[in-house]
Antibody
Framework: EVQLVESGGGLVQRGGSLRLSCAAS????????MSWVRQAPGKGLEWVAN????????HYVDSVKGRFTISRDNAKNLLYLQMNSLRAEDTAVYYC????????????WGQGTTVTVSS | QSVLTQPPSTSGTPGQRVTISCSGS????????VYWYQQLPGTAPKLLIY???QRPSGVPDRFSGSKSGTSASLAISGLRSEDEADYYC???????????FGGGTKLTVL
């Protein structure tokens, strides 16, 4: 079964750091672009960052540039999101997402992990 | 303010056909594929339509997508109570080098 399982969320103070992890299984992880998408409480979806299969390319939404870093370990089938200098507006459910091949869209989503930044 | 514009809400009765619009610009919808996602209450989003009008396996043919210029739409025919959800459009934006989402449309089945 194709599956993405996030972990690492929690409560952190403003200005603090947190690292999210996403364990992939059931597919060849190293063959796919991967993304993080977040959803603030009661709000819509916001794409955060993505990373190419071989880590040679990364993209970020402007609001997290310089604070968040996406990375992956293809040997361990793990995706990461290092979040530094956290702000109240980073409070959200963070989803790990697989980007399907041949522009098939974000075709596999994890269940999400909740990050709460307290002020 | 989302890069892609969707109506915040819509509604319909069982059996009816509803459409949800998504408006963008030349840097996103105008030059790239449009995707639609369905988010049922309390669950993770699910891919509903890819490459403007393609359905992943398992998605009923009651759901259809279309695109024209810098706008797209999702149509749901034969509305059912289980279609009550939030629907999001998305596209890659060549200028931002970001995926961009619409603000989401809450569909209520009356």
């Amino acid at each position: 079964e194709v599956q993405l399982v996030e972990s690492g969320g929690g409560l952190v103070q403003r200005g603090g750091s947190l690292r999210l992890s996403c364990a992939a299984s059931g597919f060849t992880f190293s063959s796919y672009w991967m993304s993080w998408v977040r959803q603030a409480p009661g709000k819509g979806l916001e794409w955060v960052a993505n990373i190419k299969q071989d880590e040679s390319e990364e993209h970020y939404v402007d609001s997290v540039k310089g604070r968040f870093t996406i990375s992956r370990d293809n040997a361990k089938n793990l995706l990461y999101l290092q979040m530094n200098s956290l702000r109240a507006e980073d409070t959200a459910v963070y989803y790990c997402v697989r980007e399907g091949r041949l522009r098939a869209g974000m075709d596999v989503w994890g269940q999400g992990t909740t990050v709460t930044v307290s002020s | 303010q989302s890069v892609l514009t969707q109506p915040p809400s819509t509604s319909g009765t069982p059996g009816q056909r509803v459409t949800i619009s998504c408006s963008g610009s030349s840097s996103n919808i105008g030059s790239n594929y449009v995707y639609w996602y369905q988010q049922l209450p309390g669950t993770a989003p699910k891919l509903l339509i890819y490459k403007n009008n393609q359905r992943p396996s398992g998605v009923p043919d009651r759901f259809s997508g279309s695109k024209s210029g810098t706008s797209a739409s999702l149509a749901i025919s034969g509305l059912r109570s289980e279609d009550e959800a939030d629907y999001y459009c998305a596209a890659w934006d060549d200028g931002l080098k970001n995926w961009v989402f619409g603000g989401g449309t809450k569909l209520t089945v009356l």
